[in-house]
């Protein structure tokens, strides 16, 4: 199995940054693509940022200029530095990747148990 861990959020004010990471471990042999998603209360879960093997990266609308998503492919991390938080940043991150866990495998998809980022007004 491929287990993701995230650290990094916690309570900011508006303006201020938090830097989120996320370490998979366990039986990889390939990650495709990681990323960030978010859910907010009452709110479907939405792709925050993701990264490929390669480093082509994609943003939500709503976060370009302001987060930057990066990625350790030697540690098999990925990072989440999100400057200039506002109010509607605030909800539970996941981190998701698409991985094999051995030459051949079918490519799944994994997910973290999530991290809270509450950015107060």
């Known amino acids: 199995q491929v287990q993701l861990v995230e650290s990094g959020g916690g309570l900011v004010q508006a303006g201020g940054s938090l830097r989120l990471s996320c370490a998979a471990s366990?039986?990889?042999?390939?990650?495709?693509?990681i990323g960030w998603y978010r859910q907010a209360p009452g709110v479907q879960r939405e792709l925050v940022a993701g990264i490929s093997s390669e480093g082509s990266t994609n943003y939500a609308d709503s976060v370009k200029g302001r987060f930057t998503i990066s990625r350790d492919n030697a540690k098999n991390t990925v990072y989440l530095q999100m400057n200039n938080l506002k109010p509607e940043d605030t909800g539970v991150y996941f981190c998701?990747?698409?991985?094999?866990?051995?030459?051949?495998?079918?490519?799944?998809?994994?997910w973290g148990q999530g991290t809270q980022v509450t950015v107060s007004s």
């Open positions: 998701n990747c698409l991985a094999v866990r051995y030459s051949g495998d079918y490519w799944r998809e994994y």
């Open positions: 366990g039986s990889i042999f390939s990650i495709r693509t």
